[in-house]
């Protein structure tokens, strides 16, 4: 009986809630604090029916997240995504005795990036391949899983691993996103589908990799594939039953067919030539942050397709809403303001990356302002009721640009940093960006963002016979050209440009707090508390704990695997634990060869882990990958043939395969691969599509016999001249 009381009062007050205009909001919060209480107390639910709720998570339950500490309710813990723990039962004075408490292997060997959501001591956890786990929170012990069955040949598909960044759980189901891009919503007590949508045309190069978030009853997700050529959009569906409510298209369609909106009608006239038949991209693959106060979903907007703004919109103009954060009308995906941090894109510099939200005292003034540190380099600060710029400043190496004129918010762009014709242009930050998906986490009691950052330019190349392929990128950028120099003093000048570190920014002074330098990119994403912690973990295999005021680091253990995803804290069994999927993979395992390697040769272990003070749970050893045995067969092709093979390899293979056939550390390293030792096995797997399942589909579309044996040819000429420099002294 009172549990249906309760329910009734909780309902009640979400649809108050969902009747007023979203603006006034704020008066209501008073009245919210009242239906929290009632709603938040899974635990009571218990006591009159003999059985919790789970996963009871609504609105009323995530805008009061700081009344459950124990809890990490969504994405980025609240609706701010700030990724702040306000828990303090591990802090700086006493992280030196954190140990593991639990760890879970996960049935895959690929990246893994997700953040983990707990309720009342339940874990929802998604893994590469856009699996789902349940785990007890306090044991590790599995509840239940779920494998959507994603075609493994859907993998030649996304740019940058088969990762998933997390589920989103409310009222009692788990939702969750599917590489092939269907969203799914799971039933929280056993995992079983109770409905699926397909968001995206199953025929189109679509993904999904990011969060579905949630609010209202709307499960709002986005998808990937800029870099093969899509349309970007972001979709709103009914929580109950997966209806489509609304869409929000990003980018403009064909101009002679009726616009979608207003917007898309305003946005086409930004743009020039035929876009459409590109796809444009503009793809929301990662942040969307709900605002209960404004009413509003803010979304990152991906990069152009193709990249290449010269060959994708030849007349230039800014090519709205690539590389912007939209805010849209939550209630009906209308479009409300727009801020673009690079206009005309062309360097794929996302706008994607996490959003934070903040009340910032600035100039002695309170604002709402929402941040982002997207892969062009600069840190910005806007007013999030209007979109208004209000600061930025570089925190990475950057030479694009030379500022943010802060009159109109526009970029001071370096006249050289375009590339069109013959010659390149080597500019700083390159495609995978001074800051990617990695989450940032905001701590309000030091006033800093935690950020990490890597510097690695890039030598963008035109490519001036662009044809759009089948399979595989359509940047309309020469990866071949691009390719790492094998002169081991060019390399070496190359490799000691890349950087990686932990930023601790000052959001208000944008300026530099302190910073820790390590070996190598793609470092993990972070978490902060109460307890004065930063918590990351690196892409060289390893846990650290620092002190949130000043840097200091605190602990560390060896994680045995690249970490990439950030850690989360919660509370099970009346202990506070940190805990973080751990996994090497991404984009620096695959694409940009050795530099993924620089940090270490770490392999992928995946496993989720989970810390407390006293654990005293043993990492079984391992995890360092092992050394490439080179044993190429001889062969003595001409130089033409190494070259073409070359030039198709960068075309075809390097976005998985690695940069000068270097594996990062995910996939095998074809310079040892026994397939390179007949002519019949590797044409069985890239013309037959014989290891289809493991997403080395047949590429027969692209390739013929003669192509396959002259990639062949430049795999064993690169094995030789890896061998030839191993031993050189
Ligand atoms: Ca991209």
């Known amino acids: 009986m009172k549990h249906t009381i309760r329910q009734s009062i909780c309902t009640t007050g979400q649809e108050a809630l969902r009747k007023s205009q979203r603006r006034m909001a704020a008066t209501l919060l008073p009245a919210l604090a009242f239906v929290v209480v009632a709603c938040g107390t899974g635990e009571d639910d218990s006591q009159d029916s003999g059985q919790a709720a789970v996963a009871a998570v609504d609105g009323a339950r995530i805008m009061a997240a700081d009344s459950e500490p124990g809890n990490w309710l969504t994405h980025g813990r609240n609706y701010d995504e700030q990724r702040y723990s306000p828990l303090t039962a591990i802090n700086a004075d006493n992280a030196a005795k954190l140990g593991l408490a639990w760890y879970y292997d996960l049935d895959t060997k690929r990246g893994q990036e997700a953040t983990p959501i707990v309720v009342d001591g339940?874990?929802?956890?998604?893994?590469?391949?856009?699996?789902?786990?349940?785990?007890?929170?306090?044991?590790?012990?599995?509840?239940?899983?779920?494998?959507?069955?994603?075609?493994?040949?859907?993998?030649?598909?996304?740019?940058?691993?088969?990762?998933?960044?997390?589920?989103?759980?409310?009222?009692?189901?788990?939702?969750?996103?599917?590489?092939?891009?269907?969203?799914i919503a799971l039933d929280a007590a056993n995992g079983e589908p109770v409905w699926t949508v397909q968001t995206t045309v199953p025929a189109l190069p679509y993904s999904i990799t990011g969060a579905p978030r949630i609010f209202d009853d709307k499960v709002v997700i986005g998808n990937g594939g800029a870099e093969f050529g899509v349309r970007g959009y972001v979709s709103a569906y009914d929580t109950d039953d997966g209806e489509l409510l609304w869409r929000f298209h990003t980018v403009p369609g064909d101009p002679s067919k009726p616009f979608e909106s207003?917007?898309?009608?305003?946005?086409?006239?930004?743009?020039?030539?035929?876009?459409?038949?590109?796809?444009?991209?503009?793809?929301?693959?990662?942040?969307?942050?709900?605002?209960?106060?404004?009413?509003?979903?803010?979304?990152?907007?991906?990069?152009?397709?193709?990249?290449?703004?010269?060959?994708?919109?030849?007349?230039?103009?800014?090519?709205?809403?690539?590389?912007?954060?939209?805010?849209?009308?939550?209630?009906?995906g209308e479009y409300v303001w727009h801020y673009q941090t690079t206009p005309g894109e062309t360097w794929d510099y996302t706008a994607t990356q996490p959003l934070i939200l903040a009340d910032l005292e600035i100039d002695g003034i309170t604002r709402k302002v929402i941040m982002q540190a997207p892969k062009n380099g600069f840190f910005y600060v806007l007013d999030r009721e209007t979109g208004e710029f209000i600061s930025a400043k570089?925190?990475?190496?950057?030479?694009?640009?030379?500022?943010?004129?802060?009159?109109?918010?526009?970029p001071i762009e370096n006249p050289t940093a375009r590339y069109s014709g013959p010659a390149p242009s080597f500019v700083a930050p390159g495609p995978v960006g001074a800051h990617s998906w990695q989450p940032m986490a905001y701590n309000p009691q030091?006033?800093?963002?935690?950020?990490?950052?890597?510097?690695?330019?890039?030598?963008?190349?035109?490519?001036?016979?662009?044809?759009?392929?089948?399979?595989?990128?359509?940047?309309?950028?020469?990866?071949?050209?691009?390719?790492m120099p094998q002169i081991p003093e060019v390399k070496a000048q190359i490799m000691s440009g890349v950087k990686g570190f932990l930023l601790a920014w000052d959001p208000v002074a944008q300026a530099e707090a302190w910073r820790v330098d390590y070996p190598g990119p793609s470092n993990g994403g972070v978490l902060t508390t109460a307890g004065n912690l930063v918590v990351q973990g690196t892409a060289g295999g390893e846990l650290i704990a620092y002190r949130a005021d000043n840097g200091q680091r605190l602990w560390s253990t060896p994680a045995r695997t690249g970490v990439l995803a950030a850690p989360v804290s919660y509370e099970a069994g009346g202990e506070q634990y940190i805990a973080v999927a751990a996994g090497w993979g991404g984009v620096f395992a695959l694409a940009p060869g050795e530099i993924g390697l620089l940090s270490g040769r770490v392999g992928n272990v995946s496993r989720i882990l989970a810390y407390k003070l006293g654990g005293n749970v043993e990492l079984p050893p391992g995890g360092a990958l092992a050394e490439l045995a080179f044993n190429p067969p001889e062969l003595e092709p001409s130089d033409e043939t190494v070259a073409q093979g070359m030039f198709?390899?960068?075309?075809?293979?390097?976005?998985?395969?690695?940069?000068?056939?270097?594996?990062?550390?995910?996939?095998?390293?074809?310079?040892?691969?026994?397939?390179?030792?007949?002519?019949?096995?590797?044409?069985?797997?890239?013309?037959?599509?014989?290891?289809?399942?493991?997403?080395?589909?047949?590429?027969?579309?692209?390739?013929?016999g003669d192509d396959a044996e002259a990639i062949r040819a430049y795999l064993i000429a690169r094995a030789h001249e890896s061998l030839a420099l191993a031993d050189a002294p």
Request: aromatic share 10%; glycine share 12%.
């Open 648 to 704: 198709l390899f960068h075309r075809h293979c390097v976005v998985c395969h690695g940069d000068a056939a270097v594996s990062g550390g995910l996939l095998p390293d074809l310079r040892a691969s026994p397939a390179i030792a007949s002519p019949e096995a590797f044409q069985a797997i890239v013309l037959e599509g014989v290891r289809g399942d493991l997403g080395m589909v047949s590429y027969a579309a692209e390739l013929d």
């Open 262 to 332: 207003k917007a898309m009608e305003l946005a086409a006239k930004t743009w020039t030539g035929e876009w459409w038949t590109m796809g444009g991209g503009g793809t929301v693959w990662d942040a969307i942050v709900f605002d209960p106060v404004l009413g509003l979903v803010y979304i990152g907007v991906g990069n152009g397709a193709p990249w290449n703004q010269a060959i994708r919109s030849p007349g230039g103009g800014d090519n709205l809403f690539l590389a912007s954060i939209v805010a849209l009308d939550a209630d009906t």
């Open 446 to 483: 030091t006033g800093l963002v935690y950020i990490p950052v890597q510097d690695a330019a890039f030598p963008y190349f035109a490519d001036n016979n662009y044809e759009r392929t089948e399979l595989g990128f359509n940047t309309g950028v020469d990866f071949n050209s691009a390719s």
């Open 122 to 183: 339940r874990m929802f956890v998604s893994t590469a391949w856009s699996m789902v786990k349940a785990l007890d929170a306090a044991t590790g012990e599995l509840l239940w899983a779920y494998d959507p069955q994603v075609p493994g040949t859907k993998a030649v598909e996304v740019c940058c691993d088969v990762v998933n960044r997390g589920v989103a759980v409310w009222k009692g189901r788990v939702y969750v996103g599917t590489l092939d891009g269907r969203l």
């Open 394 to 410: 570089p925190f990475a190496t950057v030479t694009w640009a030379s500022g943010i004129d802060p009159e109109t918010g526009r």
